[in-house]
């Protein structure tokens, strides 16, 4: 039998290079279009972030974090000791479920979110790296309230986790007080906060200008507030407290930042004390407060330093200017109530 020849027709060559020319356009101009885009929104597309995902990744990584207090909390092994001393001369206490929470919780965000900058309280080593991820599943708890996406860019982001916010009264079993948080800043704006309570399984979530599973409380009382300070890092708090609102005022005193802020806050039927201001005189580190900050400010309501200024959450962890947190009352009011022992 002859060998069978294949012949291309001149027809055929031509039909042949204009398919690859097409091909070779199509690729290109998609190219381009892509190059485009990415000139628009100064962004290559992998450097944006949802801040819807990242919300849920939040919720996700406060729940893990807490699972690990609460495990730590039960076994009965805290190995606590002091990491330093507060200015004040207050061990700074750190326990075996502060190092296991911000394993989980940093970790979980780092690796689902490379892109951003995540300042977590605990020092995470090369050995406390762990392959966790975020499982990519925005709730539909979340989905029906923040409908939409929202994109920034991850550059303009910095993450703030407290794995265990009240550590002093951790270890003293006063575990009702205990949160994991995890907050959201925009350029330096609290945007999104969670705050859960690893032992009762609550928790608060809100984005500013997205949504919250929690609201402000029906009412507040501006004349005679009852106010809510620190158990374990008080300073002089209840004496500027009760100068600057009058001596029939109420002062509960609680541990852990978080919790304080939920008192302030529709949220009942949790174990949880009711306050109509928070004060904090003395020094406080950043991840302390931006959740609940990105929370109030979401709801209406104002956290900011004891002389009404904003607090910003990039660069340095400290917070030096104490903290005044409110919903429901004029912020400025109370500002003005205070001014005239914080001003000096
Ligand atoms: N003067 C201070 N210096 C450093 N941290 C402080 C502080 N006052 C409060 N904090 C921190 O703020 C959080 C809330 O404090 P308090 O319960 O006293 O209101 C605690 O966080 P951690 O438990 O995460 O360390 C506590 O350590
Ligand atoms: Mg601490
Ligand atoms: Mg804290
Ligand atoms: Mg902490």
């Not at 949802?50 to 699972?67: H, M, N, P, S, T």
């Not at 966790?132 to 703030?160: A, M, Q």
């Not at 407060?289 to 660069?315: H, Q, S």
Request: hydrophobic letters at 40%; aromatic letters at 6%; charged letters at 20%.
């Amino acid at each position: 039998m002859a060998p069978m020849g294949i012949r291309l027709s001149p027809l055929g060559i031509g039909v042949f290079c204009l398919l690859g020319l097409g091909v070779l356009y199509h690729v290109y101009s998609g190219f381009l279009t892509w190059r485009f885009s990415s000139f628009l929104l100064g962004e290559r597309a992998g450097d944006m972030v949802d801040l819807r995902e990242l919300l849920a990744a939040a919720v996700r990584a406060a729940e893990l974090g807490g699972e690990e207090v609460k495990a730590v909390r039960q076994s009965n092994k805290l190995n606590e000791n002091s990491k330093g001393k507060t200015r004040e001369g207050a061990d700074e206490m750190l326990t075996q479920g502060d190092l296991l929470s911000n394993k989980k919780m940093a970790n979980l965000i780092i690796n689902s979110f490379p892109g951003v900058q995540v300042n977590s309280e605990e020092h995470l080593g090369e050995d406390d790296k762990e392959a966790i991820y975020w499982d990519r599943v925005v709730p539909n708890e979340i989905k029906e309230i923040v409908k939409s996406s929202k994109l920034v860019s991850s550059d303009s982001i910095t993450v703030w986790i407290d794995p265990l916010d009240a550590t002093a009264e951790y270890t003293e079993n006063l575990i009702n007080y205990v949160t994991t948080m995890v907050c959201v800043a925009v350029n330096g704006k609290p945007i999104i906060g969670v705050i859960h309570k690893p032992f009762t399984g609550y928790t608060a979530w809100a984005m500013v200008e997205g949504g919250s599973n929690t609201k402000k409380r029906a009412s507040y009382n501006e004349k005679t507030p009852t106010i809510i300070v620190s158990r374990s890092h008080s300073g002089p708090v209840k004496e500027l407290a009760l100068q600057s609102f009058g001596n029939q005022t109420k002062i509960i005193s609680a541990g852990g930042s978080g919790y304080k802020v939920l008192s302030l806050l529709d949220v009942t039927g949790n174990n949880q004390d009711s306050a109509d201001v928070y004060i904090h005189n003395t020094y406080i580190k950043k991840w302390d407060i931006c959740a609940g900050n990105a929370i109030l400010n979401a709801l209406g309501g104002e956290m900011t330093n004891l002389k009404g200024e904003d607090i910003i959450y990039t660069g340095s962890d400290g917070n030096e200017g104490g903290l005044l947190a409110s919903i429901g009352l004029d912020h400025n009011t109370l500002v003005e109530k205070l001014s005239p022992k914080t001003s000096k």
